[in-house]
């Protein structure tokens, strides 16, 4: 593992197949004075390029830079999904949408006239640090099922407030997302806020939300400020259709999206400050990243891939790698860390921080990760797969990326098979430009092998998305 500016250096990483063996045993009963708190703090549809620690030349977000600073700007961490009902679905279980029947060929996330949702045979972060003695708190954006035994409140977080879709769903309004953004007219949406299994506004105030969930959180770190806790804060933003609160209206140069992401760069501010305030920062752990890349569709009111290929909804590393950035002062060396990583590492990097054991029932696809935060050994990771819905579209293993299959992200377009997958080296070339798999046959033949390796460890399990 590297670490940039810091100078920390170890090995490089090694591929390990699902994460439960590579666990240290634990002792019986876990020190509750030396586990850490977690924040995870998860935006929706930001582009790569859209804070400025990540490259964006107009849009200010001050607090992101600072953390990235302060904490490690990771720059090869991808989502487990180029869209959301799966991508959360992977980030809470560790395990890949596929395995959980969170992923679908017809239906590519939950609607609100979906039946299903997160079976409650799934283990979430939540479940497993709460039966364990943690606090636990849902806030924001969930898609994961809208009623019981689907919701936060059924997979181990204690409490929740958000809306429990996206917010472009349950439009009444005809009129395009763009007029109605621009008049401000959140009453086309007709999407609830819910505290814990009660809808207590409907439609969802949309201009405020992103503050309210600020203020929850805020709420949340003072209340559980002596005992250790999991914050998820999902917010709603910036996906479609954009909201800012008054104090945001125009400030940014970038426009109506630039005026968000800055609300949401003020919003882990204002986390940031308050541990700060409550003397946490040495006892939280703190991880910003988002669910997929931008909706390029929207055009100025989606987000930017920054030098990136594709956007949300395709398996270009536009769709799936994504912003990240860990910030744990006194704990985790600050620098640029260019090791893989995906959501999925969350929960066993957390639970192995938490000396928490993980179920052994299960195949898991994240890895503990945390010796490449702290830079004390070899990186679990060396590959990541790129589902689009039930299939593996790409796979990377180190530099390389092979693409099986690729389609474009929304459209009537088919996808294309390859006969011979397209290559690219994607620390040499991150637009996947070039395509160079006539001159690595060798590298075309291991990825091939790798794939039919992974599709051995899959199980049928019912699907969630088609109920």
Known sequence: ??????????????????CASQQNELPEKADR????????????DMGYGDIGAFGNPTIRTPNLDNMANQGQKWTNFYSAAPVSTPSRAALLTGRLPVRTGMSSEKRRVLFPDSNGGLPQSEVTIAKLLNDNGYHTAAVGKWHLGHFSPYLPTD??????????????????DPTDHFTLVEQEKYQAYNVPLMRNGDIVERPADQRTITRRYTEETVKLIKEFRDEPFFIY???????IPLFRSEEFKGRSAAGIYGDVIEEIDWSVGRILETLREEGLTETTLVVFTSDNGPWLTFRTHGGSPGLLRGGKGGTFEGGMREPTIFWWPGKIPAGV??????????????????????????????YDI??????????PRDMVLFYRDTDVFAIRKGAYKAHFMTQSEYGP??????ETPLLYNVLTDPSEKHDIAKDHPE?????????????????PVENQLEK
Request: aromatic residues 8%; negative net charge; contains cysteine.
């Open 1 to 18: 593992m590297k670490i940039i500016n810091k100078g920390i250096l170890a090995l490089n990483g090694i591929l390990c197949v699902g």
């Open 33 to 44: 004075g030396n586990r850490p708190n977690f924040i995870v703090v998860f935006a929706d």
């Open 155 to 172: 997979h181990g977080f204690d409490s929740y407030f958000g809306i429990p879709y996206s917010n472009d769903m349950d439009k009444i």
């Open 233 to 239: 804060l999902a917010h709603s933003m910036p996906h």
């Open 337 to 366: 860390v260019m090791e893989m990583g995906t959501t999925m590492d969350l929960l066993p990097t957390f639970c192995s921080l938490a000396d928490v054991k993980i179920p052994n029932d299960r195949v898991y696809d994240g």
């Open 370 to 379: 945390s010796p490449v935060m702290f830079g004390t050994g070899p990186n």
């Open 413 to 418: 377009d088919a996808r294309v098979v390859h």
């Open 443 to 459: 590298i075309i033949e291991e990825m091939r092998k790798l794939l039919e390796e992974h599709k051995s460890t899959l199980l």
